[in-house]
């Protein structure tokens, strides 16, 4: 019968395709190599794992540039790069709410490292425990630099020495980094910011800037804008006499630009935008912290003097 | 692969959805009423969200949801009147729009959207599955149990009917069946696909049977072997290859490719080659 | 107009299990009266010729002494109980056009139907239905296409299939709905056959047609209604020439409610 033929004809392909597939699934998997497998959550973390762990570890980034760490859903390779983990970066201060269950189910015997532990927090949003964006205050970076290191020499005690050292030597750098922004800063004639989000309360802080608003009254950018928020942050740019509305790098840069243009000041943008979440892929102006911190502070140098 | 929690949780979970999807599915096909299916899909979610948004369980809203819309669509499937349908049409989509506002009000909602129109099969934890089994259990019970009856009533309503059997009761059954698999399906497929998963297995079963039985089998075979074909695949391109393929949307593609392949095997098969026996199939 | 004895009643005393009872019966859709008035009884082993133009009520009557439709007025008994209870013992032959023909069912697998009841839920038909059912299946002559597609049978054969599910009932009160529409003669004798035997073991036949030879051959009673009764006793006087020509010549949607006249038995006068 012809409807039988076809049926075998289905259910044969059907069962082969399936059983390649189980067989695939089932199959060897890749040996490991003797490096130290790490997984880190954010792109800031990521590079100070990579500066302390240098060769001797294998850095796998789950959150990529421009990805907002809040909402991630991990995929079987970031599932696999977790239970491969012998230890997880992460930036803490609820970030990465999703952290826990992915490593649950991962399957993952991963140590975690908490790189805001011992860091004063400055306030968040509701239900927030504070405002996450700590590494934009060089000083947090050194304490979360430390972090790394000391969790990576519990993990693997044989380079221990190495580890520290690369630390060290870093925070070194982060201190000369600070000084150096301190000194441009300090000159500036005009210090009032107004930004994308409420990613530099930390920055502000340290170095004597004054947030007048944002476009997004929050540290998280999924909260929108209301009309009456507009109007009344468009209000105090043309009283304060604030200079420019800096947009960043992986937001959209309309809303910045339409209160810039309301307000009747210039807003930063492109090339010039901040970094504000993440640092930027490779070859931009902020692949690396140190980059990101340099490229903000001569943008807003440039913009405010 | 299987070696991670999550993959046989997942593995799991497309089998649980598989049977249940497949076998409901060759019975929503026997009395064409995908419509019904479709309908659900825009239900359930607004129910799941306001559940979320109440901060109950999602699992429940999609159960309260699911349960009033089969008792609500069983009038209209006993007897389709003429003209209902637009006004279902306009109902559907307000529901539907009533999850969207509700869900837009929380702070951070396109990943729950997602979540709920699309599942997150690799998030399925332990106790997800045990919900599912237990709803599957019981749909498996009513499946093998009145499978007679909701044939009867599919080929003979009238029949039925006369013989002494309430053709409304079988009808609220086979949408609470529908119910059921949406609830199951919702945290490995989402509302969305989860109509893909009753009609395309059914519909396939369809084009390559003959009898009730073996389309049973068919489908829930297409159906569960779509899962794991779809689920491999998309871990494979993922840490082999980098690419990111939803899962519950790769499971779907393979589902409607299936489809496709069982349409020209019986469009080949068909074609008057040999002159058959009197009275059987062509 | 010629008035006869009411032969149902006059031959016997009124029984009080007949088995079938009609008491001035009325059945409305909504708004609509499709039927009002109608008084018959029938005894175990006689057979009824459902006669009318279309629209007279004849499937409703049938739907309403199944139950499935409600009387707005009146009384139906079947077999000294309500339609509802009774279906058991009921059993309904559609039109086969009724049927979808792409169904994937077997012959066999439509007559085995008529055995769920006595199989219940949750379990399989067993040994002694399928005996029942191929049984039934031989009676009407489908031996050969009984594993066939349903669909792939002609026209007689499938309204030969809806009988012989009906016969695996086993069943006191049988109901045909035009069972001779699109039937080849071969079917219909063969019909005509087991109906007289179904009724030989004490069961009542119903059949609705349009076919008057056909009615007069195979029933020994008739029923003439257009909305209301017309006639109701033996063939040959209820399917009397002045009869048909006043049952047919009512438009049934002219008659007004109010100018009904109650029906007896008896034959008009």
Same mark, same amino acid.
């Given at each position: 019968?012809?409807?039988?033929?076809?049926?075998?004809?289905?259910?044969?392909t059907?069962?082969?395709?399936?059983?390649?597939?189980?067989?695939?699934?089932?199959?060897?998997?890749?040996?490991?190599?003797?490096e130290?497998?790490?997984?880190?959550?954010?792109?800031?973390?990521?590079?100070?794992?990579?500066?302390?762990?240098?060769?001797?570890?294998?850095?796998?980034?789950?959150?990529?540039?421009?990805?907002?760490?809040?909402?991630?859903?991990?995929?079987?390779a970031?599932?696999?790069?977790l239970?491969?983990?012998?230890?997880?970066?992460?930036?803490?201060?609820?970030?990465?709410?999703w952290?826990?269950?992915?490593?649950?189910?991962?399957?993952?015997?991963?140590?975690v490292?908490?790189?805001?532990?011992?860091?004063?927090?400055?306030?968040?949003?509701?239900?927030?425990?504070?405002?996450?964006?700590?590494?934009?205050?060089?000083?947090?970076?050194?304490?979360?630099?430390?972090?790394?290191?000391?969790?990576?020499?519990?993990?693997?005690?044989?380079?221990?020495?190495?580890?520290?050292?690369?630390?060290?030597?870093?925070?070194?750098?982060?201190?000369?980094?600070?000084?150096?922004?301190?000194?441009?800063?300090?000159?500036l004639?005009?210090?009032?910011?107004?930004?994308?989000?409420?990613?530099?309360?930390?920055?502000?802080a340290?170095?004597?800037l004054?947030?007048?608003?944002?476009?997004?009254?929050?540290a998280?950018?999924?909260?929108?804008?209301?009309?009456?928020?507009?109007?009344?942050?468009?209000?105090?740019?043309?009283?304060?006499?604030?200079?420019?509305?800096?947009?960043?790098?992986?937001?959209?840069p309309?809303?910045?630009?339409?209160?810039?243009?309301?307000?009747?000041?210039?807003?930063?943008?492109?090339?010039?935008?901040?970094?504000?979440?993440?640092?930027?892929?490779?070859?931009?102006?902020?692949a690396?912290?140190?980059?990101?911190?340099?490229?903000?502070?001569?943008?807003i140098?440039?913009?405010?003097? | 692969?299987?070696?991670?929690?999550?993959?046989?949780?997942?593995?799991?979970?497309?089998?649980?959805?598989?049977v249940?999807?497949?076998?409901?599915?060759?019975?929503?096909?026997?009395?064409?009423?995908?419509?019904?299916?479709d309908?659900?899909?825009?239900?359930?979610?607004?129910?799941?969200?306001?559940?979320?948004?109440?901060?109950?369980?999602?699992?429940?809203?999609a159960?309260?949801?699911?349960?009033?819309?089969?008792?609500?669509?069983?009038?209209?499937?006993s007897?389709?009147?003429?003209?209902?349908?637009?006004?279902?049409?306009?109902?559907?989509?307000?529901?539907?729009?009533?999850?969207?506002?509700?869900?837009?009000?929380q702070?951070?909602?396109?990943?729950?959207?997602?979540?709920?129109?699309f599942?997150?099969?690799?998030?399925?934890?332990?106790?997800?599955?045990?919900l599912?089994?237990?709803?599957?259990?019981v749909?498996?019970?009513?499946?093998?149990?009145?499978?007679?009856e909701?044939?009867?009533r599919?080929?003979?309503?009238?029949?039925?009917?006369?013989?002494?059997?309430?053709?409304?009761?079988?009808d609220l059954?086979?949408n609470?069946?529908?119910?059921?698999?949406?609830?199951?399906?919702?945290?490995?497929i989402?509302?969305t696909?989860?109509?893909?998963?009753?009609?395309?297995?059914?519909?396939?079963?369809?084009?390559?049977?003959?009898?009730?039985?073996?389309?049973?089998?068919?489908?829930?075979?297409?159906?569960?072997?779509?899962?794991?074909?779809?689920l491999v695949?998309?871990?494979?391109a993922?840490v082999?290859?980098?690419?990111?393929?939803?899962?519950?949307a790769t499971?779907?593609?393979v589902?409607?490719?299936?489809?496709?392949?069982?349409?020209?095997?019986?469009?080949?098969?068909?074609?008057?080659?040999?002159?058959?026996?009197g009275?059987?199939?062509? | 107009?010629?008035?006869?004895?009411?032969?149902?009643?006059?031959?016997?005393p009124?029984a009080?299990?007949?088995?079938?009872?009609?008491?001035?019966?009325?059945v409305?859709?909504?708004?609509?009266?499709?039927i009002?008035?109608?008084?018959a009884?029938?005894q175990?082993?006689?057979?009824v010729?459902?006669?009318?133009?279309?629209?007279?009520?004849?499937?409703? +009557?049938? =739907?309403?002494?199944?139950?499935?439709?409600?009387v !707005? @007025?009146?009384? /139906?008994?079947?077999? &000294?109980? *309500?339609? %509802?209870?009774?279906?058991?013992?009921v059993?309904?032959?559609?039109q086969?056009?009724?049927?979808d023909?792409?169904?994937?069912?077997?012959?066999r697998?439509?007559?085995l139907m008529?055995?769920?009841?006595?199989?219940?839920w +949750?379990? =399989?038909?067993?040994?002694?239905?399928?005996?029942? !059912? @191929?049984?039934? /299946?031989?009676?009407? &002559?489908? *031996?050969? %296409?009984?594993?066939?597609?349903?669909?792939?049978?002609s026209g007689?054969?499938?309204?030969?299939?809806?009988?012989?599910?009906a016969?695996?009932?086993?069943?006191?009160?049988l109901?045909?709905?035009?069972?001779f529409?699109?039937?080849?003669?071969?079917?219909?004798?063969?019909?005509?056959?087991?109906?007289?035997a179904?009724?030989?073991? &004490?069961?009542?036949?119903v059949?609705?047609?349009?076919?008057?030879?056909?009615?007069?051959?195979?029933?020994?009673?008739?029923?003439l209604?257009n909305?209301?009764?017309?006639?109701?006793?033996?063939?040959?006087?209820a399917?009397?020439?002045?009869?048909?020509?006043?049952?047919?010549?009512?438009a049934?949607?002219?008659?007004?409610?109010?100018?009904?006249?109650?029906?007896?038995i008896?034959?008009?006068?």
């Amino acid at each position: 019968m012809s409807s039988a033929r076809a049926h075998s004809s289905v259910m044969a392909t059907l069962t082969t395709v399936v059983a390649a597939c189980l067989a695939v699934a089932c199959g060897p998997s890749r040996t490991s190599s003797t490096e130290l497998p790490v997984a880190a959550t954010t792109t800031e973390v990521a590079d100070f794992a990579r500066i302390v762990g240098g060769a001797k570890v294998r850095v796998y980034d789950l959150v990529r540039p421009g990805i907002d760490p809040h909402d991630f859903d991990p995929s079987p390779a970031d599932l696999e790069a977790l239970r491969r983990a012998a230890v997880v970066v992460e930036n803490g201060v609820g970030l990465e709410r999703w952290l826990g269950p992915a490593l649950d189910a991962a399957g993952s015997h991963a140590v975690v490292v908490d790189t805001s532990a011992g860091i004063t927090l400055r306030p968040g949003g509701p239900g927030e425990p504070g405002d996450p964006h700590i590494w934009h205050d060089p000083r947090n970076a050194q304490r979360m630099v430390t972090a790394v290191a000391e969790s990576f020499a519990l993990a693997d005690p044989a380079h221990a020495s190495s580890y520290r050292a690369n630390g060290a030597t870093y925070v070194e750098v982060l201190r000369a980094l600070d000084d150096d922004i301190a000194g441009r800063l300090a000159t500036l004639a005009d210090k009032r910011l107004v930004t994308n989000h409420d990613a530099f309360g930390y920055y502000a802080a340290r170095y004597g800037l004054d947030v007048i608003g944002s476009v997004i009254p929050s540290a998280d950018t999924s909260a929108e804008l209301s009309a009456a928020g507009t109007i009344r942050l468009v209000r105090q740019i043309k009283a304060q006499h604030v200079r420019a509305v800096f947009a960043e790098s992986d937001l959209p840069p309309k809303m910045a630009a339409a209160i810039a243009r309301q307000a009747g000041v210039k807003v930063v943008e492109g090339a010039d935008a901040l970094y504000g979440d993440s640092l930027g892929p490779t070859g931009s102006a902020g692949a690396t912290y140190l980059q990101m911190m340099r490229h903000n502070t001569e943008v807003i140098v440039a913009n405010l003097s | 692969m299987f070696a991670a929690p999550y993959m046989q949780h997942a593995l799991i979970a497309v089998v649980i959805v598989g049977v249940i999807a497949g076998w409901t599915g060759v019975h929503v096909v026997l009395r064409h009423l995908a419509f019904v299916a479709d309908a659900m899909s825009h239900t359930v979610f607004p129910g799941v969200v306001i559940a979320f948004a109440a901060h109950q369980s999602l699992f429940l809203g999609a159960l309260v949801a699911g349960a009033i819309t089969a008792v609500g669509l069983t009038g209209l499937t006993s007897r389709p009147r003429i003209g209902e349908d637009a006004s279902l049409a306009i109902l559907l989509t307000t529901l539907f729009a009533v999850g969207v506002v509700v869900v837009s009000r929380q702070r951070r909602y396109s990943a729950d959207l997602t979540t709920f129109l699309f599942g997150r099969l690799l998030a399925i934890g332990a106790r997800d599955l045990w919900l599912m089994g237990a709803v599957a259990v019981v749909a498996i019970v009513v499946l093998v149990g009145g499978h007679k009856e909701l044939v009867m009533r599919a080929f003979d309503p009238n029949g039925t009917e006369a013989m002494g059997y309430r053709v409304t009761r079988l009808d609220l059954v086979l949408n609470l069946l529908v119910a059921a698999v949406m609830v199951t399906a919702l945290k490995a497929i989402g509302t969305t696909l989860a109509v893909a998963m009753l009609v395309t297995p059914a519909a396939t079963a369809r084009l390559v049977t003959r009898r009730v039985g073996t389309a049973v089998v068919t489908s829930i075979g297409v159906a569960v072997g779509a899962g794991i074909v779809g689920l491999v695949i998309s871990y494979e391109a993922s840490v082999r290859g980098g690419v990111r393929l939803t899962t519950s949307a790769t499971i779907v593609s393979v589902l409607t490719l299936t489809f496709v392949v069982a349409a020209i095997a019986s469009r080949i098969a068909s074609r008057p080659a040999v002159a058959m026996s009197g009275g059987s199939d062509r | 107009m010629p008035t006869s004895p009411d032969l149902a009643t006059a031959t016997a005393p009124a029984a009080p299990t007949a088995a079938l009872e009609l008491d001035a019966v009325a059945v409305s859709y909504g708004d609509t009266v499709a039927i009002e008035g109608l008084t018959a009884h029938v005894q175990a082993g006689s057979s009824v010729a459902l006669v009318g133009p279309n629209g007279a009520g004849k499937s409703t +009557l049938i =739907r309403a002494i199944l139950g499935i439709v409600p009387v !707005a @007025a009146g009384r /139906i008994r079947v077999l &000294g109980t *309500d339609p %509802v209870s009774a279906r058991r013992r009921v059993a309904y032959v559609p039109q086969h056009t009724d049927l979808d023909s792409e169904f994937p069912v077997t012959a066999r697998q439509v007559v085995l139907m008529g055995r769920y009841r006595h199989v219940g839920w +949750l379990r =399989r038909p067993g040994r002694a239905d399928r005996a029942a !059912a @191929a049984s039934a /299946i031989h009676a009407v &002559g489908l *031996d050969d %296409v009984a594993d066939h597609r349903f669909g792939t049978l002609s026209g007689g054969q499938r309204q030969r299939v809806l009988f012989a599910r009906a016969l695996a009932q086993e069943a006191d009160v049988l109901l045909l709905d035009e069972p001779f529409n699109g039937v080849d003669l071969t079917t219909q004798q063969l019909m005509i056959d087991l109906l007289a035997a179904a009724r030989s073991r &004490g069961a009542v036949v119903v059949l609705s047609t349009h076919d008057l030879d056909l009615a007069r051959h195979t029933c020994e009673e008739a029923c003439l209604l257009n909305r209301r009764l017309f006639a109701f006793g033996p063939v040959a006087q209820a399917l009397d020439e002045d009869l048909l020509l006043a049952a047919f010549a009512h438009a049934p949607h002219v008659l007004a409610p109010s100018a009904v006249v109650a029906t007896t038995i008896t034959t008009e006068g």
